[in-house]
């Protein structure tokens, strides 16, 4: 199996590829991959090779591909790659798939208004995965990029863990026992996983706390400017971010929040500018067009075969890029489609010249044929000599 760890892991709706290779010393039989059930022991699950589906296999001349697209933390467990002849097993491997949640955090994350001389309380919740072989989260309250530590004369930081069957939530909280001025500032909640099967991840939440004295005591209003402006920007074709700001304001001062809009676009389906077969090699030259998200992945639908998929090169966009596919086709006439994939999604057929038609003539049979017409003709001159 290839990647070779025993325990792989992803983040929940993450995507994984594994492929399975046939021993070199045993080329005869079928490669095929099972999900070991996690309810009857000893029974194995077969994964379909209806590509539609999230977890699914495709056959390769020696090999077997294992796709786990978009998967969900219930498709976590133990897969098995099973060499068979004849229902005879000759080898098997297998690998335990963990996917983990994103970390979640929650809080009192916007701006606090106290007192001076009052008590007050600030609350942080980390939500993730409960799995023994992981690192416990920490969690760290930080003030205007300083970390907070714990003084019981002014400041306390309480840690409560809340543990269920399959999540663990810390509820910290950083409390005051008497507000000054000096205590006013930004105060960040920040939590660390640290796993074993997975890059450290970071979540932070910004718990904004501003303290202002009794005499100074006044509402918080809130003034949205350029909203026309926000509305048109959403709908400009051109472009796939934009930045705006909200602006808050009262008579203490002026708070902005930036955020950023996001639109992707669904590719187009590409143009097959060329296409040949020749000696077990599939030649496409295809007309990358560019989008935002970039494509990242083509998918090469033969009729008659299993589906293709192949990484695009992004090399030239609006450019031919040629691809190079190892496979072995049938002679025949054989329909042919190609689709692009990115974030968003896959493209949809719009190609009026849809299903295009690969064809493969037989070099084994115009070798036969002209081997019986070397024969036939070795007949004639053997009895015409004989005559």
């Given at each position: 199996?290839?990647?070779?760890?025993?325990?792989m892991a992803i983040w929940n709706r993450q995507t994984l590829f594994v492929i399975?290779?046939?021993?070199?010393?045993?080329?005869?039989?079928?490669?095929?991959?099972?999900?070991?059930?996690?309810?009857?022991?000893?029974?194995?699950?077969?994964?379909?090779?209806?590509?539609?589906?999230?977890?699914?296999?495709?056959?390769?001349?020696?090999?077997?591909?294992?796709?786990?697209?978009?998967?969900?933390?219930?498709?976590?467990?133990?897969?098995?790659?099973?060499?068979?002849?004849?229902?005879?097993?000759?080898?098997s491997d297998k690998f335990e798939l963990k996917v983990y949640n994103s970390i979640e955090m929650d809080g009192n994350k916007y701006t606090n208004v106290g007192t001076e001389g009052d008590a007050f309380a600030m609350l942080c919740f980390s939500k993730f995965d409960s799995d023994r072989e992981a690192t416990e989260v920490e969690v760290t309250w930080i003030r205007n990029n300083s970390r907070i530590v714990d003084d019981d004369n002014h400041i306390r930081v309480r840690t409560r863990v809340e543990q269920s069957v399959s999540q663990k939530t810390i509820r910290s909280t950083l409390g005051f026992k008497r507000l000054v001025k000096k205590d006013e500032g930004v105060y960040t909640c920040e939590s660390v996983y640290a796993n074993p099967f997975l890059a450290d991840a970071m979540s932070g939440l910004d718990v904004k706390h501003r303290i202002i004295n009794t005499k100074n005591l006044s509402v918080l209003s809130l003034e949205y400017e350029n909203i026309g402006k926000i509305v048109n920007k959403l709908n400009d074709p051109n472009g796939h971010s934009r930045r705006f700001q909200c602006k808050a304001r009262n008579t203490i001062g002026e708070e902005r929040i930036t955020f950023e809009v996001n639109v992707g676009t669904l590719p187009k389906q590409p143009i097959l500018a060329n296409y040949s077969y020749e000696q077990g090699v599939l030649h496409l030259t295809v007309n990358d067009t560019r989008v935002e998200p970039p494509i990242d992945i083509y998918k090469l639908e033969i009729s008659d075969i299993q589906h293709i998929y192949l990484n695009a090169s992004n090399r030239s966009p609006l450019a031919n890029n040629t691809y190079d596919i190892y496979v072995e086709v049938p002679s025949g006439q054989h329909p042919m489609m190609i689709f692009a994939h990115?974030?968003?999604?896959?493209?949809?057929?719009?190609d009026p010249n849809d299903p295009q038609v690969l064809t493969v003539s037989s070099a084994a049979v115009s070798q036969q044929s002209l081997w019986m017409w070397f024969v036939m003709i070795a007949s004639i001159v053997s009895l015409v000599n004989a005559v």
């Open positions: 199996i290839e990647p070779r760890e025993k325990v399975c290779l046939k021993d070199v010393n045993q080329t005869d039989g079928v490669l095929n991959w099972y999900r070991v059930s996690r309810h009857v022991m000893g029974r194995h699950e077969p994964i379909d090779d209806n590509s539609q589906a999230p977890v699914y296999q495709q056959h390769g001349p020696d090999s077997v591909k294992l796709f786990l697209v978009n998967v969900p933390k219930r498709n976590s467990g133990f897969y098995e790659c099973r060499h068979t002849k004849d229902n005879k097993v000759f080898s990115n974030p968003v999604g896959w493209s949809v057929r719009t």
